[in-house]
């Protein structure tokens, strides 16, 4: 079964863009959150979609939204990039059942550089 | 509101020696789960274990151990007879409820294992 895909996996853009990501998630995973990685922040939780529907939110501004499409597959869109936008987006699909816990998979991250 | 404390930033330790990796956590949830990835410098994070709140048995998996307690809120990660692939940076992790889509991440500590 492919793992969670990621594209594209570097991005270099200037401040005052918008950037789009993207992810696949694993076959059957209907749940996709995405992270942000900073070295001053470290890992933090951005959103969740469920079934095309943001779910969970975490405390980043109204410049980072996300979208989930019917087949699962999610896209993130940043608009005017700040230079602290800079940081690997990581995202995690799991696969929601009625019961027990849902374990998230990572993909392997873009990282982003904002100029 | 949900905290997780990596207290060690960074450790380097000569192979083959022991080395524990400390967590704190803080939640007011009853049902939580608690989790160790790993991240190599390729940046993927690699999942390594999870523990829901109601199982504080230790478990053990080759090098690898884990002891969890509730009393003192900690989950800690001890790794036996370390090796150079073992260098990564560790993040220990929390998630609320069941469902757990939202992951709230330490700081994370950076092992490195000197040949």
């Known amino acids: 079964k492919a793992g969670v895909t990621q594209t594209p996996r570097y991005l270099i853009k200037t401040r005052g863009q918008q950037v789009t990501l993207s992810c696949s998630p694993i076959s059957g995973h209907r749940s996709v959150s995405w992270y942000q990685q900073t070295p001053g922040q470290g890992l933090q939780f951005l959103f969740e979609?469920?079934?095309?529907?943001?779910?969970n939110k975490g405390n980043f501004p109204g410049r980072f939204s996300g979208r989930q499409f019917s087949n699962s597959r999610s896209e993130m869109n940043v608009s005017t990039l700040e230079l602290g936008d800079s940081a690997l987006y990581l995202c995690?699909?799991?696969?929601?059942?009625?019961?027990?816990?849902?374990?998230?998979?990572f993909g392997p991250g873009t990282r982003l550089t904002v100029l | 509101a949900q905290k997780v404390t990596q207290a060690q930033t960074e450790i380097s330790v000569v192979e083959k020696e022991d080395v524990t990796l400390d967590c704190v956590y803080e939640t007011r949830d009853t049902t939580y789960y608690l989790f160790w990835y790993k991240q190599p410098p390729s940046g993927e994070l690699v999942f390594l274990i999870r523990r829901n709140s109601f199982d504080e048995q230790n478990e053990i998996s080759g090098r690898y151990s884990w002891n969890f307690q509730k009393s003192t809120s900690s989950f800690n990660f001890t790794i036996t007879a370390s090796q150079v692939v073992d260098s990564a940076v560790y993040f220990c992790a929390l998630s609320q409820g069941s469902s757990a889509s939202k992951i709230i991440f330490g700081s994370g500590t950076r092992l490195s294992i000197r040949p």
């Open positions: 995690a699909s799991s696969l929601v059942g009625a019961t027990g816990y849902n374990e998230q998979f």
């Open positions: 979609y469920f079934s095309e529907t943001q779910r």
